[in-house]
């Protein structure tokens, strides 16, 4: 890029009269949300984070440096970087209370959170945002009797639920999951609601109406593209409030249960060995904190990215930004 | 109106809740026909207002005593414990949401942003475990479990914390944004006025209304939260008393436990609708 076109730009951005300057041409898709990811380094980060996260979940058996069931009682809590018996790789944080790998252990138990995380929030995500569709488009008695529902489920702790619904289901993943979608889906129903009774009156939806398009046709075609980018940031935080949740579950002893293994449980087995094995009961939190903490960050750029409001900070050169910010 | 209205709607909530179990629950069949839960459900609804209007939920299976009584006992360690972490955190959660309104994108506003975003992203009981690790087990300042005085509920105070400060000092640093940017600010800064009046006492005032109902969220939210930190630290709450009676699946402890939490939830949400009414003139004629 020329000296001059970034002098240009940056005037651009830093006074009120952006006809003064040729824009140039803006990246689009995909190349779009790539430049502004590079140009926010925290964004960058948790997305890197994220991504190695899954590689290292997806192919935690080529990836994990031992079997996770594999112990024996001579192994029973090591301190991290012990060296393996059998001159493998060395122990990096340590071995828990039946001399399983913690590592590896952890690389498992992301299979687990990671999903359970991910499918609870398609499974809540898809249902809210249909029932949000049909109460903020039809408006009426539908509407009235789905938004009271939501106001009495948001109206209670969704852990509690979870812990009640989970009290008759018992423990397992799938229970799990299901309980998680059905704690969390009126987020969805609330915020897409919200969204379409915005867009319903819309030119656009009014002239689908005149050519005479079906309200199904109005609703997934015309009205849902335009949700799609608020949904998908409330889902991006949504997954990292599963997680948490599954984990709290998990350590209540009414998430995932043995021999399957999720962070939460991890924390949970760990918590008898406090004074003893401080490596059981921290690395899995820390797990859980930057998998969340990732989400977040990413859920804050994506909020500013798709908003075109805020967008073009991120697709500015540094100088330019830093001369708005001052202003 | 509009607080009766409210009240009643989340006094609905715990019943639906309560039906659930018992609809599907093999086990409690018998108990079924005893509770009345055959009956349509309107019926049963009627039948669950007014029991619970008699704060009557049956003997405790556990413990074989009423089992409102338990559950009231465990209420003032709770609000013992939430009241102590909420002193510590709207306090704090304000400040740093000030902080970071007051000079937006600088380094102590990214500091902020990211601090508040890694406290919503912890796991509180993790938190907790990582506190007793430190303070108590490390360098034995503070007892790791137990109940009683300032020393017992400054560790589970503060992994509670965490979160709220998370999310208060977010909406504060937001609606402390939109309000700095509107006219009486700019009226009152060209009288003269300090910066420090200017945010102190015009700007909160009229940014109060998004952090106060923030503040009812998560004061409720807190009730979560309780759950697992009491459980954690062994503190005398409503939570560990849910749980417990969880594991010996004592239905009428569960439902007094759930019951109380949600009257205490309605409270909540109750001082904060008269909070509006007191910060937001308007509301009173609304």
């Given at each position: 890029?020329?000296?001059?076109?970034?002098?240009?730009?940056?005037?651009?951005?830093?006074?009120?009269?952006?006809?003064?300057?040729?824009?140039?041409?803006?990246?689009?898709?995909?190349?779009?949300?790539?430049?502004?990811?590079?140009?926010?380094?925290?964004?960058?980060?948790?997305?890197?984070?994220?991504?190695?996260?899954?590689?290292?979940?997806?192919?935690?058996?080529?990836?994990?440096?031992?079997?996770?069931?594999?112990?024996?009682?001579?192994?029973?809590?090591?301190?991290?970087?012990?060296?393996?018996?059998?001159?493998?790789?060395?122990?990096?944080?340590?071995?828990?209370?039946?001399?399983?790998?913690?590592?590896?252990?952890?690389?498992?138990?992301?299979?687990?959170?990671?999903?359970?995380?991910?499918?609870?929030?398609?499974?809540?995500?898809?249902?809210?945002?249909?029932?949000?569709?049909?109460?903020?488009?039809?408006?009426?008695?539908?509407?009235?009797?789905?938004?009271?529902?939501?106001?009495?489920?948001?109206?209670?702790?969704?852990l509690?639920?979870?812990?009640?619904?989970?009290?008759?289901?018992?423990?397992?993943?799938?229970?799990?999951?299901?309980?998680?979608?059905?704690?969390?889906?009126?987020?969805?129903?609330?915020?897409?609601?919200?969204?379409?009774?915005?867009?319903?009156?819309?030119?656009?939806?009014?002239?689908?109406?005149?050519?005479?398009?079906?309200?199904?046709?109005?609703?997934?075609?015309?009205?849902?593209?335009?949700?799609?980018?608020?949904?998908?940031?409330?889902?991006?935080?949504?997954?990292?409030?599963?997680?948490l949740t599954?984990a709290s579950?998990?350590f209540?002893?009414?998430?995932?249960?043995?021999?399957?293994?999720?962070?939460g449980?991890?924390l949970?087995?760990?918590?008898?060995?406090?004074?003893?094995?401080?490596?059981?009961?921290?690395?899995?939190g820390?797990?859980i904190l930057?998998?969340a903490?990732?989400?977040?960050?990413?859920?804050?750029?994506?909020?500013?990215?798709?908003?075109?409001?805020?967008?073009?900070?991120?697709?500015?050169?540094?100088?330019?930004?830093?001369?708005?910010?001052?202003? | 109106?509009?607080?009766?209205?409210?009240?009643?709607?989340?006094?609905?909530?715990?019943?639906?809740?309560?039906?659930?179990?018992?609809?599907?629950?093999?086990?409690?069949?018998?108990?079924?026909?005893?509770?009345?839960?055959?009956?349509?459900?309107?019926?049963?609804?009627?039948?669950?207002?007014?029991?619970?209007?008699?704060?009557?939920?049956?003997?405790?299976?556990?413990?074989?005593?009423?089992?409102?009584?338990?559950?009231?006992?465990?209420?003032?360690?709770?609000?013992?414990?939430?009241?102590?972490t909420?002193?510590?955190a709207?306090?704090?959660?304000?400040?740093?949401?000030?902080?970071?309104?007051?000079?937006?994108?600088?380094?102590?506003?990214?500091?902020?942003?990211?601090?508040?975003?890694?406290g919503v992203s912890t796991a509180d009981f993790w938190l907790g475990l990582m506190l007793?690790?430190?303070?108590?087990?490390?360098?034995?300042?503070?007892?790791?479990?137990?109940?009683?005085?300032?020393?017992?509920?400054?560790l589970p105070a503060a992994a509670l914390a965490v979160r709220p400060i998370g999310?208060?000092?977010?909406?504060?640093?937001?609606?402390?944004?939109?309000?700095?940017?509107?006219?009486?600010?700019?009226?009152?800064?060209?009288?003269?006025?300090?910066?420090?009046?200017?945010?102190?006492?015009?700007?909160?005032?009229?940014?109060?209304?998004?952090?106060?109902?923030?503040?009812?969220?998560?004061?409720?939210a807190l009730?979560n939260g309780a759950v697992v930190i009491e459980t954690l630290f062994?503190?005398?709450?409503?939570g560990?008393?849910?749980?417990?009676?969880?594991?010996?699946?004592?239905?009428?402890?569960?439902?007094?436990?759930?019951?109380?939490?949600?009257?205490?939830?309605?409270?909540?949400?109750?001082?904060?609708?008269?909070?509006?009414?007191?910060?937001?003139?308007?509301?009173?004629?609304?």
């Amino acid at each position: 890029m020329s000296g001059l076109g970034r002098l240009a730009r940056s005037a651009a951005a830093g006074a009120p009269t952006p006809a003064a300057a040729p824009l140039p041409p803006r990246p689009k898709g995909f190349r779009l949300y790539l430049r502004a990811l590079s140009s926010d380094k925290l964004a960058f980060a948790a997305a890197l984070f994220l991504g190695l996260l899954l590689v290292a979940a997806v192919f935690a058996g080529v990836v994990a440096p031992h079997d996770p069931e594999a112990g024996g009682l001579m192994l029973r809590n090591q301190p991290p970087l012990t060296a393996a018996q059998d001159g493998g790789v060395p122990y990096l944080l340590g071995t828990d209370q039946l001399g399983r790998d913690e590592l590896s252990r952890l690389l498992y138990g992301a299979r687990i959170s990671l999903a359970v995380g991910v499918v609870s929030v398609l499974l809540s995500g898809t249902f809210g945002v249909l029932v949000g569709l049909v109460a903020g488009y039809y408006r009426g008695v539908v509407d009235d009797v789905i938004m009271r529902l939501v106001d009495l489920q948001m109206g209670f702790p969704s852990l509690l639920t979870a812990l009640v619904v989970l009290y008759v289901l018992g423990a397992g993943v799938w229970k799990v999951i299901f309980v998680l979608a059905v704690t969390r889906w009126m987020i969805y129903a609330r915020v897409s609601r919200g969204l379409v009774l915005s867009h319903r009156e819309d030119v656009f939806v009014e002239a689908a109406q005149a050519m005479g398009s079906s309200d199904r046709r109005i609703l997934f075609r015309h009205i849902l593209p335009n949700l799609l980018s608020p949904i998908l940031v409330l889902a991006t935080l949504e997954v990292a409030t599963m997680i948490l949740t599954e984990a709290s579950l998990s350590f209540l002893g009414l998430g995932i249960r043995p021999p399957q293994s999720s962070w939460g449980l991890m924390l949970a087995e760990g918590r008898g060995y406090v004074t003893t094995a401080w490596w059981l009961v921290t690395f899995p939190g820390l797990a859980i904190l930057l998998t969340a903490l990732s989400l977040n960050l990413l859920a804050n750029w994506a909020r500013a990215v798709t908003d075109p409001v805020t967008r073009w900070r991120y697709l500015q050169p540094k100088r330019a930004r830093a001369a708005f910010d001052q202003a | 109106m509009v607080v009766v209205f409210f009240v009643t709607h989340q006094l609905g909530d715990p019943a639906r809740l309560m039906l659930r179990p018992e609809a599907t629950e093999e086990q409690v069949q018998a108990l079924r026909a005893s509770l009345g839960l055959d009956a349509p459900l309107p019926v049963q609804f009627g039948r669950y207002v007014a029991d619970l209007l008699r704060g009557d939920f049956g003997d405790s299976i556990w413990q074989r005593v009423p089992a409102l009584p338990i559950v009231l006992d465990r209420v003032p360690a709770t609000l013992y414990l939430a009241g102590f972490t909420l002193l510590v955190a709207i306090p704090l959660a304000v400040a740093l949401g000030v902080v970071s309104a007051v000079k937006p994108r600088s380094l102590a506003d990214r500091v902020v942003t990211v601090v508040a975003l890694a406290g919503v992203s912890t796991a509180d009981f993790w938190l907790g475990l990582m506190l007793i690790l430190v303070f108590a087990v490390q360098l034995g300042w503070l007892p790791t479990s137990g109940f009683g005085g300032v020393p017992f509920v400054i560790l589970p105070a503060a992994a509670l914390a965490v979160r709220p400060i998370g999310r208060v000092s977010q909406v504060v640093r937001s609606a402390m944004l939109d309000e700095l940017g509107k006219g009486y600010v700019t009226t009152a800064r060209a009288k003269g006025l300090g910066e420090r009046v200017v945010v102190f006492f015009h700007t909160i005032k009229n940014a109060s209304i998004p952090i106060v109902t923030m503040m009812g969220d998560e004061a409720a939210a807190l009730l979560n939260g309780a759950v697992v930190i009491e459980t954690l630290f062994g503190w005398p709450g409503v939570g560990i008393l849910l749980i417990q009676a969880i594991e010996r699946r004592d239905l009428p402890l569960i439902e007094a436990a759930v019951i109380t939490i949600a009257v205490m939830i309605v409270t909540v949400n109750l001082l904060v609708d008269l909070a509006y009414t007191l910060i937001d003139p308007r509301v009173r004629y609304g």
